[in-house]
């Protein structure tokens, strides 16, 4: 079972930068394909960002490429989301979640694939 926690959330204006941190729990973390994805009210969860157990493959939504770093420290037990250049189109609740299975580019962007999820923290970006 893997338990996991997000963090860093907050108030920022455009422009600005923010860093999520989703605490995982459980012996699996170092070998979860692990994901964020984020809700907006009134709108479906989107796929925002994976990497794979050891960081070797990375895979990013258009919206957030080149904006966004997702990036993992498995002896931390911690997921890291790095947000620069933030648009008030980023405001969402964001949310980490956890897939046993290798990290595919397709298949990772699918939050019914991801068997745990956190219960998010919310990004607010002002204009």
């Known amino acids: 079972q893997v338990q996991l926690v997000e963090s860093g959330g907050g108030l920022v204006q455009a422009g600005g930068s923010l860093r999520l941190s989703c605490a995982a729990s459980?012996?699996?973390?170092?070998?979860?394909?692990m994901g964020w994805f984020r809700q907006a009210p009134g709108e479906e969860r989107e796929f925002v960002a994976a990497?794979?157990?050891?960081?070797?493959?990375?895979n990013y939504a258009d919206a957030v490429k080149g904006r966004f770093t997702i990036s993992r420290d498995n002896a931390k037990n911690t997921l890291y989301l790095q947000m620069n250049s933030l648009k008030p189109e980023d405001t969402a609740v964001y949310y980490c979640?956890?897939?046993?299975?290798?990290?595919?580019?397709?298949?990772?962007?699918?939050?019914?694939?991801?068997?745990?999820w956190g219960q998010g923290t919310q990004v607010t970006v002002s204009s």
């Open positions: 459980g012996r699996t973390f170092s070998t979860n394909t």
């Open positions: 979640a956890a897939d046993s299975a290798p990290f595919l580019y397709a298949r990772v962007t699918y939050a019914s694939v991801y068997e745990h």
């Open positions: 990497i794979s157990w050891n960081g070797g493959s990375i």
